[in-house]
C-alpha cells in the first residue's frame, strides 16, 4: 500500500528521558518490552501494543540499562544508585541486587538466563552467576572508560562490549582475556547484535555501520543525516532503522543504504530504538519521556494498528495522499 501516513502509537508514563530499551523473544503469550528511563522506574509493556504492564520500584537514581530474559519471566536495571537489580518480571519482586562502586550503565542476561552481565563507569565489565548471587563475579578489565553496552555472544562462550574510549571489544569467558578489538574516530553511542548472531550494528558520530561478529570484518557503513544515537537491524537483516538528535525517525534498505522514509513524532533527541523480535514493528525512546512504537509495513493490520480504507465517494473528495490511512485502533 502506497501514500500511508505513519502513526505511532505514544506510550507514557515516564516522566524523564527514555534511555533504553529491550525486547523479550516471542513467547506463548505474545513478546515484552522494557524502558529504561532517568526518572529511575524501569517499566514493563506489551510488546505488539505498548500496553503498561507493570513497573519495577527500587532503584533510588537514574535507571540506565534494562534487559529482559528471552522468556520475560525475569528483568534487570542498571542505575545511577551503584546498583544492578534482577526482578521477576511476572510478580514484579526484586530477587537480586548486585552493589557496583559507579553507575552501572548496561546489563545483559546470558541466552539460558543463568547469568546477568553488566558494564559501569568503573571500566569493568562483570558477570554474576544468578544460582550463586553470593558468589564473587567474574570481572573483565581492559576499557578505559565507562561500559556502554555489553551482549553475551556465540552461546554464551563471549562476550562484546563498547565504551566511551572509542572502542567495542570481544572478550573469551573462559581466559577472561580480550581477544578481538574495534577502534572508532568518536565514541560509539549504541551497539546491537542481530538476532541471527551473525551481524553488529554500531553508531558513531553520523555513522551507522554493520560488522561480521566473528571476524569484526566491515559490512556495510552508511552516513546519514544526523548524529545517530541508535540503530537496530531488521530481524531479516533487510533493511535498518535509526534516530538521533534531529527528532526523526528513518529507515534504510540494508544493502545500498538508500533512504526509504522518515518520520517525525518525538520532541526531543531519540536515544534508542529497536525492533520487536517479529520485525513487525520497532520502538523509539526519547528526551521527551516517551517511548513510541512505530509499523515497519505502514497500513498492515497488526497490534492496535487497523488499516482503514475509506469508500469510493469519501475518496473523491479526499485528498489523493490521504486514499487510504493507517491509523491506531481504540
Not at 571500566?123 to 550463586?132: G, H, S, T, Y
Request: charged share 20%.
Amino acid at each position: 500500500m502506497a501514500n500511508l501516513r505513519q502513526t505511532p502509537l505514544t506510550c507514557s508514563g515516564h516522566t524523564r528521558p527514555v534511555v533504553q530499551l529491550s525486547f523479550s523473544d516471542v513467547t506463548d503469550s505474545g513478546y515484552y518490552l522494557i524502558s529504561a528511563c532517568k526518572d529511575g522506574k524501569p517499566m514493563l509493556r506489551q510488546g505488539d501494543t505498548g500496553d503498561w504492564i507493570g513497573t519495577f520500584e527500587g532503584h533510588k537514581g537514574a535507571v540506565w540499562g534494562v534487559a529482559l530474559n528471552s522468556e520475560a519471566t525475569k528483568a534487570a536495571s542498571g542505575a545511577a544508585d551503584f546498583n544492578a537489580k534482577v526482578w521477576d518480571a511476572i510478580t514484579g519482586e526484586e530477587i537480586h541486587s548486585f552493589q557496583h562502586k559507579h553507575i552501572v550503565k548496561c546489563v545483559e542476561f546470558s541466552q539460558d538466563s543463568v547469568y546477568l552481565s553488566t558494564g559501569s563507569n568503573e571500566k569493568l565489565v562483570r558477570i554474576f552467576d544468578l544460582n550463586k548471587p553470593e558468589a564473587e563475579p567474574q570481572v573483565f578489565s581492559g576499557h578505559s572508560s565507562g561500559i556502554r553496552h555489553v551482549t553475551f555472544f556465540d552461546n554464551d562462550k563471549l562476550l562484546i562490549t563498547c565504551s566511551d574510549d572509542k572502542s567495542l571489544r570481544v572478550w573469551d569467558r573462559a581466559s577472561g582475556q580480550e581477544v578481538k578489538k574495534l577502534e572508532f574516530p568518536a565514541v560509539p553511542r549504541s551497539m546491537e547484535l542481530s538476532r541471527d548472531g551473525k551481524i553488529i550494528t554500531t553508531t558513531h558520530a553520523n555513522i551507522v555501520a554493520f560488522w561480521d561478529s566473528t571476524e569484526l570484518t566491515k559490512l556495510q557503513e552508511f552516513t546519514v543525516p544526523t548524529q545517530a544515537n541508535s540503530a537496530s537491524l531488521h530481524p531479516n537483516n533487510s533493511i535498518f532503522v535509526c534516530g538521533g538528535e534531529d527528532l526523526k525517525m528513518y529507515k534504510f534498505d540494508y544493502t545500498t543504504g538508500v533512504e526509504i522514509e522518515s518520520f517525525k513524532g518525538h520532541f526531543g533527541p531519540i536515544h534508542c530504538v529497536h525492533f520487536s523480535p517479529d520485525g513487525e514493528l520497532y520502538a523509539s525512546g526519547s528526551e521527551d519521556g516517551t517511548l513510541r512504537l512505530w509499523q515497519t509495513t505502514v497500513g498492515k493490520t497488526y497490534g492496535l494498528w487497523r488499516c482503514v480504507e475509506q469508500t469510493p465517494a469519501a475518496q473523491e473528495n479526499a485528498n489523493p495522499l490521504n486514499n487510504i490511512q493507517e491509523v491506531p485502533a481504540n
